[in-house]
């Protein structure tokens, strides 16, 4: 019995010194073997082996200096490839299980108290004793792909398919997905959302699982290499189709909405259509394995093990799925809000002028609303109507409110980095123009709100005075409306983030809103509805309907956020908390209508610019706040954690340096990050 345990002189040393080859047929040294090789790649508080990418890419190299290293990795490799159970493992960890969410939940907090007896002959069991410890799911994913694409190739590692149990194994978990595929693309939630092309045929969905019976039958009668090759590209080919389909289904997400349980669907069918495709790859004997395909699944074998019975893992992946489906809504929305080209930018800057126009009513109007002796609650009502009709009208003008774009644009670049799209790895160079375009955007519509918001709320102020013969607010009304801008003599920064969480909100309702009146096909219902059908004209009746189908999800999302800000400043007076909000045009508004108040020429010129200091602080915070949350949650619903791609910092940093401009207002020419 060799022994596998680090001394001081190194596991490598110990190995080289003992010149021993391991057995490919003894799983338990094997297993040994492959607990003390991982064992020097996990950090640790040591300061050599801190980095868990330094470390396996150190391990490399010694694959590669000592060849009985190597053989003896190949080995213990080959001892659990060729003596565990493959098939729980390859159809069934790190897929989603097709069944409700209740179950799902309750199964889990059983498995949490009481877990589940393992099949020690299983891989999945292998994997638990391999990677011992709960949290090396962590260490295994801060090591880049590409590493571990460069590690199994120093393996040399590959598939010999053709004969014993291995090859049983791989077939009998290739049917089990297959059928599982066909039966999932037979679900309405899948049939209904085809082209019509193919609706009228049997579906690759379907077609595939035919593929798969004739690869089978090609290597359990062990025919020539060509007919297998031959067979496998059919299957492959068929499986791309799937994935254009699923494609497909998405695209129409905009268009058509989608369930939750359609996402549902969609997420295991390309979970299951990955797992073939690495399946025909080990099978069909060509040569060729695609790694960096074994290196997803490796991961999410791993992570999956480590958090299978995790409740906190299990909400974050449900809300994940339809984080999803708001975030094509919102995202198909957002593209409106990031310029190109120069002309889009002053388009921007036009629009947001427009929006300004609205805003400083809104303001006027709030303040009016102020001077009557209400209760709070009331009063809160009629804060959040007036609050609301200006977001609507802003809406219906098509005009721009620079605060409402971060929980639309958040989707659009969480969308530039798909990685459905890049082979696993997220795009991080679009990330960062998309970024580049994202900030001059924003900055634009600030521009473009600002510049009108501050003089024509004065101007206003101004007239109210001459027409009614006293002033919207003075003395030390007036002199709140600015301290309550200010950025240290009041809580404005703070009640600014509240703000930023209010405008994340209302922009998942109306996300969530829009999705379901495309779902439910509201449009089409209206019209057919009995009594509106007999009230109103065709034409009147298909108005309305093509109106309610386009601006539902905007209207109810701008109600929201009305009452969310209109019944914030009461709170206080309501449940006696210390709450409120601060929007950057209502603030700068607000303390315009201050300013006209006490007299421009009675403030002190530094402390009415540390005031407009203070409201465009407020509006980096609302922007800040709203954007973060937005991303995340779009982020989080595409399975990315940026935490694995550090680079993506470094991009950003060296694209801005080189074109800090960009950042700003767009160019005359396209530039690329490095």
Same mark, same amino acid.
């Given at each position: +019995?060799?022994?596998?345990?680090?001394?001081?002189?190194?596991?490598?040393?110990? $190995?080289?010194?003992?010149?021993?080859?391991?057995?490919?047929?003894?799983?338990?040294?094997? +297993?040994?073997?492959?607990?003390?090789?991982?064992?020097?790649?996990?950090?640790?508080?040591?300061?050599?082996?801190?980095?868990?990418?330094?470390?396996?890419?150190?391990?490399?190299?010694?694959?590669?200096?000592?060849?009985?290293?190597?053989?003896?990795?190949?080995?213990?490799?080959?001892?659990?490839?060729?003596?565990?159970?493959?098939?729980?493992?390859?159809?069934?960890?790190?897929?989603?299980?097709?069944?409700?969410?209740?179950?799902?939940?309750?199964?889990?907090?059983?498995?949490?108290?009481?877990?589940?007896?393992?099949?020690?002959?299983?891989l999945l069991y292998v994997l638990n004793v391999i990677f011992?410890?709960?949290?090396?799911?962590?260490?295994?994913?801060?090591?880049?792909?590409?590493?571990?694409?460069?590690?199994?190739?120093?393996?040399?590692?590959?598939?010999?398919?053709?004969?014993?149990?291995?090859?049983?194994?791989?077939?009998?978990?290739?049917?089990? &997905?297959?059928?599982?595929?066909?039966?999932?693309?037979?679900?309405?939630?899948?049939?209904?959302y085809l082209p019509e092309n193919v609706k009228d045929r049997?579906?690759?969905?379907?077609?595939?699982?035919?593929?798969?019976?004739? &690869?089978?039958?090609?290597?359990?009668?062990?025919?020539?290499?060509?007919?297998?090759?031959?067979?496998?590209?059919?299957?492959?080919?068929?499986?791309?189709?799937?994935?254009?389909?699923?494609?497909?289904?998405?695209?129409?997400?905009?268009?058509?909405?989608?369930?939750?349980?359609?996402?549902?669907?969609?997420?295991?069918?390309?979970?299951?259509?990955?797992?073939?495709?690495?399946?025909?790859? /080990?099978?069909?004997?060509?040569?060729?394995?695609?790694?960096?395909?074994?290196?997803?699944?490796?991961?999410?074998?791993?992570?999956?093990?480590?958090?299978?019975?995790?409740?906190?893992?299990?909400?974050?992946?449900?809300?994940?799925?339809?984080?999803?489906?708001?975030?094509?809504?919102?995202?198909?929305?957002?593209?409106?809000?990031?310029?190109?080209?120069?002309?889009?930018?002053?388009? +921007?800057?036009?629009?947001? +002028?427009?929006?300004?126009?609205?805003?400083?009513?809104?303001?006027?109007?709030?303040?009016?609303?102020?001077?009557?002796?209400?209760?709070?609650?009331?009063?809160?009502?009629?804060?959040?109507?007036?609050?609301?009709?200006?977001?609507?009208?802003?809406?219906?003008?098509?005009?721009?409110?620079?605060?409402?774009?971060? /929980?639309?644009?958040?989707?659009?670049?969480a969308r530039s980095l798909d990685s459905r799209t890049m082979?696993?790895?997220?795009?991080?160079?679009?990330?960062?123009?998309?970024?580049?375009?994202?900030?001059?955007?924003?900055?634009?519509?600030?521009?473009?709100?600002?510049?009108?918001?501050?003089?024509?709320?004065?101007?206003?102020?101004?007239?109210?005075?001459?027409?009614?013969?006293?002033?919207?607010?003075?003395?030390?009304?007036?002199?709140?409306?600015?301290?309550?801008?200010?950025?240290?003599?009041?809580?404005?920064?703070?009640?600014?983030?509240?703000?930023?969480?209010?405008?994340?909100?209302?922009?998942?309702?109306?996300?969530?809103?829009?999705?379901?009146?495309?779902?439910?096909?509201?449009?089409?219902?209206?019209?057919?509805?009995? /009594?509106?059908?007999?009230?109103?004209?065709?034409?009147?009746?298909?108005?309305?309907?093509?109106?309610?189908?386009?601006?539902?999800?905007?209207?109810?999302?701008?109600?929201?956020?009305?009452?969310?800000?209109?019944?914030?400043?009461?709170?206080?007076?309501?449940?006696?908390?210390?709450?409120?909000?601060?929007?950057?045009?209502?603030?700068?508004?607000?303390?315009?209508?201050?300013?006209?108040?006490?007299? $421009?020429?009675?403030?002190?010129?530094?402390?009415?610019?540390?005031?407009?200091?203070?409201?465009?602080?407020?509006?980096?915070?609302?922007?800040?706040?709203?954007?973060?949350?937005?991303? $995340?949650?779009?982020?989080?619903?595409?399975?990315?954690?940026?935490?694995?791609?550090?680079?993506?910092?470094?991009?950003?940093?060296?694209?801005?340096?080189?074109?800090?401009?960009?950042?700003?207002?767009?160019?005359?020419?396209?530039?690329?990050?490095?």
């Amino acid at each position: +019995m060799l022994g596998f345990r680090r001394k001081k002189t190194g596991f490598f040393e110990n $190995i080289l010194e003992r010149n021993v080859l391991l057995p490919a047929e003894d799983s338990k040294q094997g +297993m040994d073997f492959l607990v003390a090789f991982l064992g020097e790649i996990r950090p640790d508080h040591t300061k050599k082996k801190k980095n868990p990418d330094v470390n396996l890419q150190s391990a490399i190299r010694q694959l590669y200096e000592h060849k009985l290293i190597l053989a003896n990795l190949q080995h213990a490799f080959l001892s659990q490839l060729t003596q565990a159970k493959l098939t729980a493992a390859l159809t069934q960890s790190g897929i989603p299980l097709a069944r409700n969410f209740w179950q799902e939940f309750f199964s889990r907090i059983r498995h949490k108290i009481l877990p589940p007896l393992q099949d020690e002959n299983d891989l999945l069991y292998v994997l638990n004793v391999i990677f011992h410890k709960k949290n090396d799911y962590e260490w295994i994913e801060a090591i880049p792909r590409k590493t571990w694409i460069h590690f199994f190739e120093a393996i040399g590692f590959s598939f010999n398919a053709r004969e014993g149990s291995l090859k049983e194994e791989l077939l009998r978990s290739l049917k089990i &997905l297959s059928f599982q595929v066909a039966q999932l693309g037979l679900e309405k939630e899948v049939l209904d959302y085809l082209p019509e092309n193919v609706k009228d045929r049997n579906s690759p969905f379907v077609l595939q699982n035919y593929k798969v019976h004739e &690869l089978e039958s090609l290597l359990l009668w062990n025919e020539e290499k060509e007919a297998i090759i031959s067979a496998s590209v059919h299957l492959k080919n068929m499986i791309d189709q799937c994935y254009e389909l699923i494609e497909h289904i998405r695209e129409g997400y905009s268009e058509k909405g989608a369930s939750l349980h359609q996402t549902y669907i969609l997420l295991i069918l390309t979970n299951r259509l990955e797992r073939i495709q690495l399946l025909a790859d /080990a099978l069909d004997t060509d040569g060729k394995f695609d790694m960096g395909r074994l290196v997803d699944i490796f991961r999410l074998l791993v992570r999956n093990e480590k958090r299978k019975n995790s409740i906190r893992e299990f909400l974050s992946q449900s809300t994940g799925y339809l984080a999803y489906q708001i975030a094509e809504h919102k995202g198909a929305k957002g593209h409106k809000y990031i310029t190109s080209t120069r002309t889009e930018y002053w388009w +921007m800057i036009h629009s947001a +002028m427009w929006g300004g126009f609205i805003v400083s009513f809104i303001a006027v109007f709030k303040n009016l609303l102020g001077k009557l002796q209400m209760a709070p609650f009331p009063l809160g009502f009629l804060y959040s109507v007036n609050y609301s009709i200006g977001f609507i009208l802003i809406e219906e003008t098509k005009s721009t409110l620079a605060t409402k774009q971060p /929980a639309f644009t958040a989707s659009v670049v969480a969308r530039s980095l798909d990685s459905r799209t890049m082979e696993g790895e997220p795009d991080l160079n679009n990330l960062a123009v998309t970024i580049a375009r994202v900030s001059r955007s924003q900055i634009a519509s600030f521009f473009g709100n600002l510049i009108i918001v501050f003089p024509l709320t004065y101007c206003l102020a101004w007239g109210f005075d001459l027409l009614f013969g006293y002033k919207l607010s003075e003395g030390d009304a007036a002199a709140k409306l600015l301290r309550d801008q200010h950025p240290w003599q009041s809580f404005a920064l703070l009640y600014a983030c509240f703000t930023g969480v209010f405008l994340f909100l209302s922009g998942i309702i109306a996300g969530y809103v829009q999705n379901k009146i495309q779902y439910g096909h509201i449009r089409k219902r209206l019209i057919k509805h009995p /009594a509106l059908h007999l009230s109103m004209s065709p034409k009147r009746l298909e108005k309305l309907a093509s109106y309610i189908e386009k601006h539902s999800g905007a209207i109810i999302g701008n109600i929201a956020l009305g009452f969310f800000l209109g019944f914030a400043g009461v709170m206080v007076k309501i449940i006696g908390i210390p709450f409120d909000i601060r929007h950057i045009t209502i603030a700068a508004g607000n303390a315009a209508i201050g300013t006209y108040g006490i007299g $421009i020429e009675h403030i002190d010129p530094w402390y009415l610019l540390t005031v407009f200091w203070g409201v465009i602080g407020i509006g980096f915070i609302n922007f800040l706040v709203s954007f973060s949350l937005a991303f $995340i949650v779009a982020v989080k619903s595409r399975g990315i954690h940026l935490s694995q791609y550090p680079q993506f910092f470094r991009i950003l940093w060296k694209y801005f340096r080189r074109f800090p401009m960009d950042f700003i207002r767009p160019s005359a020419r396209v530039h690329e990050p490095e």
